[in-house]
């Protein structure tokens, strides 16, 4: 069953998917999530917040797209992140997501 989170912006309501980590591949993390639903009015954009601490505080913006999937390259070994996404429509900003979490593998070396 998907997580429906309800984000506003310019007077109108959206709902768009929890995003949800989809590869871990290192060293990248690949966040998807699903557009607003139908009757929603389109949004211009997305923008990626990532943080290292659970609840959406201290999180930092790390990307604006107009898909609905980002590749985070910029991740270190054996460290947990928590991912929140925002709409964006003309100027205005929704509230962020709830935040999926991913973390990378660790480690010094190969792996074999």
Request: aromatic share 12%; net charge neutral; with cysteine.
């Amino acid at each position: 069953m998907k997580k429906w989170r309800w984000l506003f912006a310019l007077n109108l309501f959206y709902w768009v998917c929890v995003p949800v980590i989809v590869a871990q591949q290192q060293p990248r993390i690949m966040v998807t999530w699903d557009p607003p639903i139908d009757g929603a009015m389109p949004v211009d954009g997305y923008r990626v917040y990532r943080g290292i601490t659970p609840g959406n505080t201290n999180i930092q913006l790390i990307g604006m797209t107009t898909e609905e999937f980002i590749v985070d390259s910029s991740v270190l070994p054996a460290t947990r992140y928590y991912y929140a996404i925002s709409a964006l429509k003309d100027v205005e900003e929704s509230a962020k997501s709830s935040e999926a979490t991913a973390m990378t593998a660790g480690g010094q070396g190969c792996n074999r």
